[in-house]
């Protein structure tokens, strides 16, 4: 068992980067100083990225290109916990690329493992293909709901591994899950006592975030009094829009790992 200690990283695009006169390749920036300035510290990085996304932006892979360099070569240096559908689309040939300094940590909700587990979309039945693509397509309440029981799942097993998560942009609409991925993050480690370091500069469920420990807006999420009860004398404002939340880590580990933002 490893003896690394993980960072969760979530970091995406917003809907309100052009706004904010952000582009893409500022994001690109920030995921790599983060990457780079943790991987340099010897901590290990944990993320939810989808290896098959194929765009101009993956956080995913600007991820690995850094751990390639980086790594110890032990195969502990990232681990990408992959939720249920996406964990189909992960190639034999994708796993091998990356086994020397990544670990794929496929997560499948309890009810589905039986039918799912070993399953692979490259080599799937005509019925499996079907069933699989109709998940992609995400249309009907079905499919919906199995969507976000496996992105909550993966979550709350990201927020058992970690011991801290620095979270940045983000979507607040059209996200697959109950909620805004960064935001159900940022719930559990409220609630596991997680340090979290807030970037709301990109916008996003970030700056959702930062406004409502900053200005006591509303996230109009269940339970909300009972999280902002668990937040006394945790939360500092270190800058405008980059706000952390301390936790069951001492301060001064804490920001050895936040500190690539506060240069």
């Not at 509303?218 to 500092?236: A, M, R, Y």
């Amino acid at each position: 068992m490893s003896s690394k200690v993980y960072v969760g990283i979530s970091i995406s695009e917003s809907e309100d980067m052009r706004a904010l006169g952000l582009g893409t390749l500022h994001l690109q920036d920030a995921v790599v100083e983060c990457a780079r300035h943790l991987l340099q510290r010897g901590y290990g990085l944990a993320y939810g990225g989808d290896l098959t996304y194929d765009v101009h932006y993956n956080f995913a892979s600007l991820v690995l290109q850094f751990a390639r360099t980086y790594s110890g070569g032990d195969g502990d240096d990232i681990l990408n916990y992959s939720a249920f559908p996406l964990n189909t689309k992960i190639t034999e040939e994708m796993q091998a690329d990356i086994v020397n300094f990544a670990t794929i940590i496929p997560v499948i909700p309890a009810r589905l493992e039986k039918q799912w587990s070993n399953v692979r979309y490259e080599s799937a039945t005509e019925d499996q293909i079907r069933a699989l693509d109709r998940l992609f397509a995400a249309q009907d309440e079905e499919s919906k709901e199995i969507w976000s029981e496996s992105l909550t799942q993966m979550r709350r097993e990201m927020t058992e591994k970690i011991s801290a998560r620095i979270v940045l942009g983000g979507k607040t609409k059209g996200f697959r899950g109950k909620m805004p991925g960064i935001i159900e993050e940022t719930i559990y480690c409220i609630q596991h006592d997680v340090p979290v370091l807030i970037d709301g500069r990109f916008g996003g469920a970030a700056g959702k975030l930062a406004t409502w420990l900053k200005e006591g807006s509303q996230l109009e999420i269940p339970g909300e009094l009972d999280l902002k009860g668990k937040l006394k004398d945790k939360v500092s404002i270190l800058d405008e829009n980059i706000i952390a939340i301390s936790g069951n880590m001492s301060k001064e580990k804490f920001y050895d790992i936040i500190s690539w933002l506060l240069i």
